[in-house]
């Protein structure tokens, strides 16, 4: 198994552009997670999803949108970046809500 | 919203030593879940340890045990015989067993380990 993968690993953007992390998992988790984590801090929840076709937001969910078209696909979108949207994001899932979360290696994105 | 506090933004051991990362959370659910994650310089996050709040044995895995004191709200890690792969950012999270899908995540402690 390959676990939890995220692309790209590393991303520059300009303000005003686009782009979409891909997350994919193949244990088969119904739970999946997108988290981001700013310098010096905690991971905070931007979106979850509890099943394909099924998402809800979590703490820090504008500027952003997701999508769970299959059980194991789980991207997350900048619409329109922001300085602010500079961070680390990171994917998890869990077989249930209460499992263990599995993270992915992350994304650093950068937008100037 | 829970918080998460973790008091020591640094802390070092010389290796084969023993460190204890502290951390304290604020909640009014009596149900719920306590983590450990490790962050290494690769980024990724991996799970240390996992105590549920209604069991009052501490958790336990190989060289990691906590010392959860759930009046006190308190989740501490203790580290034994620290290895040079133990240095890494810690962090604690919290979960709650009844609502939501929240995890609430401490600002971490960089743990160093002098060989």
């Known amino acids: 198994n390959a676990g939890v993968t995220q692309t790209p690993k590393f991303r520059i953007l300009k303000i005003g552009q686009s782009m979409t992390l891909q997350c994919t998992q193949d244990?088969?988790?119904?739970?999946m997670y997108w988290y981001r984590q700013d310098p010096g801090m905690g991971l905070k929840l931007i979106y979850y999803?509890?099943?394909?076709?099924?998402?809800d937001k979590g703490e820090v969910p504008n500027g952003y949108n997701v999508s769970r078209s299959t059980t194991e696909d789980f991207p997350l979108r900048l619409e329109l970046a922001a300085p602010s949207q500079t961070s680390v994001y990171f994917c998890?899932?869990?077989?249930?809500?209460?499992?263990?979360?599995?993270f992915g290696p992350g994304t650093r994105l950068t937008v100037l | 919203a829970q918080t998460v506090t973790q008091s020591q933004p640094e802390m070092s051991v010389q290796e084969a030593e023993t460190v204890t990362l502290s951390c304290t959370y604020d909640?009014?659910?009596?149900?719920?879940?306590l983590f450990w994650y490790k962050q290494p310089p690769s980024r990724q996050m991996i799970l240390v340890i996992r105590?549920?709040?209604?069991?009052?044995q501490n958790a336990t895995e190989n060289r990691f045990s906590v010392n959860f004191q759930k009046a006190a709200k308190s989740f501490s890690l203790k580290i034994s015989d620290s290895q040079l792969g133990d240095a890494a950012m810690y962090f604690c999270a919290y979960r709650s067993a009844d609502t939501g899908n929240q995890f609430y995540f401490g600002t971490g402690t960089s743990l160093t380990v002098i060989p």
């Open positions: 909640t009014s659910e009596s149900d719920y879940y």
């Open positions: 999803s509890v099943g394909a076709g099924i998402t």
């Open positions: 244990m088969n988790h119904n739970y």
């Open positions: 105590q549920e709040a209604y069991k009052q």
């Open positions: 998890a899932s869990s077989y249930g809500r209460l499992d263990t979360q599995y």
